[in-house]
């Protein structure tokens, strides 16, 4: 069992080669988000994972609108969508031999705004890889093989006890993530409440290779009999199918090839579709829970650890990935010299938000089970914000239109040069970006550093092509837009209240002032 020991003052006898900035317990899709997004602003890290090697299975295999943006800045969407593909069709076997073909999610052009309207799949094994390769661009690796049993925190940080290949070793970091899964050990040791609910459910999930089922659709049988559904999906990117099932809550579930073959025989009726192998399988209950924390002092939660989700709609690994891209730039701008309270907003943004999508997920469970389930727009993240944080600042206060603490859409622009390019491509990066809309060019900020400054309109180096942002943005000619690391809107001001934003800015480490 995990150790954890809390002092308020204590000696460090750790040697320095064997001291990092931020440790990550746990090297899943949270981890590695976390991982890279370190990365990127050279923030020391050491990514562990007690697992030897990495993950096998498909379990979460949906990319939603809003986790495709952050893959875009992170460099890595196309990666993703040439690992995996486009959700196919259902299609649904009645009793009488016939069957009918109905879309699972609502089909829905991309816009100026959202460029991406549509769920990608992407088996978890293949996410992780692609996850993984771009960590490793950035000159990093998963030590798979180290156990994490036991650590102590202090005022200054967290002195980590390890187990490895090569024994026993402490590492010191000044913050330890535990992005260790469901049952996390490092949120068991910290003593942190996960209430919520068994959901009743007990089912099974194996990526299996079988003959008898086309890949142009996914099949689900007995639809409306919650005891004896069954669903076998094509997975993108692979030659394997997922077979998913609910199962009796007592007893050993026969995950084997012939296990899972007789299943879906007596399910099916059919004695065409012959499992040949089975890749991974694992058999669970379904659970919503939420952490009653996400932060104690230096050591944070974050993904499956501080909430878990049923499956049903796809929004457990992408509020995970989430939750790590929110934390990142947070954890370097505080090592970079910010307000450790900055901090504390992690969970004050991404806590409400697992519990939204807990209540989603549970409610499209119930759908699922009488065999209605269909994902709309609520299930895309896009709508998601942070409108009333602690980070947000309007001046003045906006009575309409996009609000501080909202995404920030995407436009299409027009360089100074002549080129085309998108708001998107300017945001991407580590650096805060303020925009200013037809705003003149002594009105803007000096230069800083962490920060990119463009002026939208006459004299600006991009031009609104269309009026996109203006429809999008909808601010008054002089306005000023401050755009956070991860995409959200931070502040909204008019060129009056420019002292203002400048005081705002501060918290976060950036020094802006007037151009003298």
Not at 22 to 29: F, N, P, R, T
Not at 52 to 73: H, L, N, Y
Not at 393 to 415: F, M, N, Q
Not at 438 to 462: K, M, N, T
């Amino acid at each position: 069992m995990l150790q954890y020991v809390h002092y308020t003052h204590m000696e460090s006898t750790v040697s320095e080669n064997a001291t990092v900035d931020v440790l990550i317990c746990g090297a899943g899709a949270t981890g590695l988000t976390l991982a890279i997004e370190l990365a990127r602003r050279n923030v020391s890290f050491r990514l562990i994972d007690k697992l030897e090697a990495s993950f096998r299975g498909s379990r979460g295999k949906g990319i939603q609108p809003r986790t495709q943006e952050v893959f875009e800045d992170l460099g890595i969407l196309d990666r993703a969508v040439a690992a995996g593909g486009l959700y196919p069709s259902a299609r649904d076997y009645h009793s009488d031999g016939t069957s009918v073909i109905t879309e699972l999610t609502e089909s829905t052009e991309p816009t100026p705004a959202e460029p991406y309207r549509m769920a990608l799949m992407v088996p978890q094994f293949l996410t992780e890889r692609v996850l993984r390769e771009r960590l490793a661009e950035l000159g990093h690796t998963v030590l798979f093989g180290r156990e994490l049993v036991g650590f102590e925190q202090d005022l200054d940080g967290v002195t980590a006890t390890l187990v490895g290949p090569n024994g026993q070793e402490e590492l010191r970091g000044r913050y330890l993530v535990g992005a260790d899964g469901g049952r996390s050990a490092v949120r068991g040791a910290l003593g942190v409440a996960f209430p919520g609910q068994t959901l009743g459910v007990r089912a099974m999930v194996a990526d299996v290779e079988l003959t008898g089922l086309d890949r142009n659709a996914w099949h689900r049988f007995n639809g409306s009999d919650r005891e004896n559904q069954l669903s076998i999906c094509p997975l993108a990117g692979t030659t394997l199918f997922q077979v998913q099932a609910p199962i009796p809550n007592e007893g050993e579930a026969d995950l084997s090839a012939d296990g899972i073959g007789r299943l879906i025989t007596e399910r099916t009726g059919r004695s065409d579709v012959l499992v040949s192998s089975v890749s991974w399988a694992s058999a669970y209950s379904m659970n919503a829970r939420l952490a009653d924390r996400y932060r104690v002092e230096k050591i944070f939660i974050a993904g499956d650890a501080a909430h878990v989700h049923p499956p049903t709609g796809g929004q457990g690994l992408n509020t995970s990935i989430q939750d790590a891209y929110n934390l990142g730039w947070k954890l370097a701008a505080v090592l970079g010299g910010a307000s450790e309270a900055l901090l504390n907003s992690y969970e004050q943004e991404r806590r409400p938000v697992a519990a939204d999508m807990l209540g989603l997920a549970t409610r499209l469970l119930g759908e699922a089970q009488s065999g209605s389930v269909r994902r709309g727009r609520e299930s895309y993240q896009l709508d998601i914000g942070y409108v009333g944080s602690s980070l947000t600042l309007e001046a003045p206060v906006r009575a309409a239109g996009l609000a501080a603490g909202a995404r920030a859409p995407d436009a299409p622009l027009l360089g100074a040069g002549e080129q085309p390019t998108r708001l998107f491509e300017k945001l991407s990066g580590v650096h805060w970006t303020l925009i200013g809309y037809e705003a003149a060019w002594q009105d803007a900020p000096a230069p800083h550093a962490g920060v990119h400054v463009h002026r939208i309109g006459s004299g600006g180096d991009l031009k609104d092509m269309g009026g996109y942002f203006a429809q999008a943005y909808d601010v008054a000619a002089g306005s000023w837009i401050l755009v956070r690391p991860d995409g959200y809107i931070a502040a909204i001001v008019e060129q009056s209240e420019i002292d203002t934003l400048f005081g705002f800015a501060r918290q976060f480490g950036l020094m802006l002032e007037r151009r003298t």
